[in-house]
């Protein structure tokens, strides 16, 4: 009879971070089938059409355009239904956790302080950054279907700063001040209308983020559910 070797630890722990990389790679071919599928428009066998979502307000979207953009995407999306008349297989509740802004960049312009030109940081970069907690129920709420996670998304962007007079007015080569703001055709905005503008490719990001989530977490479940009967 021949003995068994025993592994060393260095070639145990090897075989184990191989094992993990094999269960990575996995769990990446899976979700890389699941979006190329759901993408291109093909139902899973046995589904006989998409699963309809209710999406109620957004809790926490001060003026309803989270949440518009939100059910555009769903609406698009070849995975799920939007359902209007709020009868739905399913309720997508999304509650905004964190929705803040924080300047991130700055310009050096010269000032006058005093009376005397002086060199100043004045902020002209934000980055506005949004968390939520999304959850997919029953229609009833009874039983929690996916969920709940966290999603957190950010976009950074330019604005002027009023108390800036370089920012406001510049000087033609006859010296004559002109103010900027006219020839600028809404590029330069203040801070609080370029934080508003920022806020729609943010929700647009969020919201595929949503859905392609919901896509593989619903769709893995699914599987799972298949396999076990099998």
């Given at each position: 009879?021949?003995?068994?070797?025993?592994?060393?630890?260095?070639?145990?722990?090897?075989?184990?971070?191989?094992?993990?990389?094999?269960?990575?790679?996995?769990?990446?071919?899976?979700?890389?089938?699941?979006?190329?599928?759901c993408s291109c428009g093909y139902n899973w066998q046995g589904a006989a059409k998409?699963?309809?979502?209710?999406?109620?307000?957004?809790?926490?979207?001060?003026?309803?355009?989270?949440?518009?953009?939100?059910?555009?995407?769903?609406?698009?999306?070849?995975?799920?239904?939007?359902?209007q008349n709020q009868v739905g297989d399913y309720l997508l509740a999304v509650d905004?956790?964190?929705?803040?802004?924080?300047?991130?960049?700055?310009?050096?312009?010269?000032?006058?302080?005093?009376?005397?030109?002086?060199?100043?940081?004045?902020?002209?970069?934000?980055?506005?950054?949004?968390?939520?907690?999304?959850?997919?129920?029953?229609?009833?709420?009874?039983?929690?279907?996916?969920?709940?996670?966290?999603?957190?998304?950010?976009?950074?962007?330019?604005?002027?700063?009023?108390?800036?007079?370089?920012?406001?007015?510049?000087?033609?080569?006859?010296?004559?001040?002109?103010?900027?703001?006219q020839f600028s055709l809404g590029q330069l905005q203040p801070v609080f209308a370029?934080?508003?503008?920022?806020?729609?490719?943010?929700?647009?990001?969020?919201?595929?983020?949503?859905?392609?989530?919901?896509?593989?977490?619903?769709?893995?479940?699914?599987?799972?559910?298949?396999?076990?009967?099998?």
């Open positions: 009879t021949t003995k068994r070797q025993s592994k060393s630890p260095l070639q145990q722990k090897r075989l184990s971070w191989q094992q993990g990389a094999l269960k990575r790679c996995l769990r990446l071919l899976s979700f890389y089938f699941i979006s190329l599928f998409p699963v309809t979502v209710q999406v109620p307000f957004i809790r926490g979207d001060e003026d309803g355009s989270f949440t518009t953009i939100l059910i555009d995407t769903i609406a698009r999306s070849s995975g799920f239904n939007y359902s905004i956790l964190q929705n803040s802004s924080e300047i991130i960049g700055y310009k050096q312009s010269s000032e006058r302080v005093n009376g005397q030109q002086e060199k100043v940081l004045q902020p002209s970069e934000r980055s506005a950054a949004i968390t939520l907690e999304v959850t997919l129920y029953t229609a009833d709420k009874s039983k929690i279907i996916v969920g709940p996670f966290r999603l957190k998304e950010a976009v950074d962007y330019d604005f002027f700063n009023g108390e800036s007079s370089q920012d406001v007015t510049f000087t033609e080569q006859a010296g004559e001040k002109k103010t900027l703001l370029a934080t508003k503008a920022a806020n729609r490719p943010l929700f647009h990001r969020m919201s595929k983020k949503i859905v392609d989530l919901l896509l593989l977490k619903y769709y893995e479940k699914e599987l799972s559910a298949k396999r076990s009967l099998d």
